[in-house]
């Protein structure tokens, strides 16, 4: 079975749940603390030659949960992992992003 990249340093993603040997579906999941103590939640599923990568931030104090990034396509035959890795990338891109815009005062 073909492990998933690892994430980006840039944010301090930690893996918190990943599929088992056994699964029909590879996933895994990370979250990544905010200094305002909400958190953002990054999920890998790869299933059936196709992959989907979603970022979701649980801010502190404002509810509910929201999706700020999906992105999903149909792998290539071999080497999987570039894929994934910009999957993961233009997550991350959009994790910076939001929380550049959620953080800015004013």
């Known amino acids: ?13 930690v893996e ?12 895994t999941m990370w ?4 200094a305002d103590g909400g958190a953002l939640y990054r999920t890998l599923i790869v299933s059936d030659g196709f992959a989907s990568v979603a970022v979701e931030l649980q801010p502190q104090r404002r509810p509910p949960m929201r999706t700020i ?3 999903g396509g149909r792998l290539p035959e071999a080497p999987v992992e570039e894929t994934l890795r910009a999957f ?6 959009a994790a910076f992003t ?9």
């Open 1 to 13: 079975m073909a492990s998933f990249p690892p994430p980006s340093p840039a944010l301090l993603w």
């Open 16 to 27: 918190i749940g990943r599929a088992s040997p056994d699964d029909a579906s590879l996933w």
């Open 31 to 34: 979250t990544a603390p905010l």
């Open 69 to 71: 990034h999906k992105r």
């Open 88 to 93: 993961l990338g233009a997550a991350d891109t």
């Open 98 to 106: 939001t929380i550049a815009r959620t953080s800015t005062p004013g």
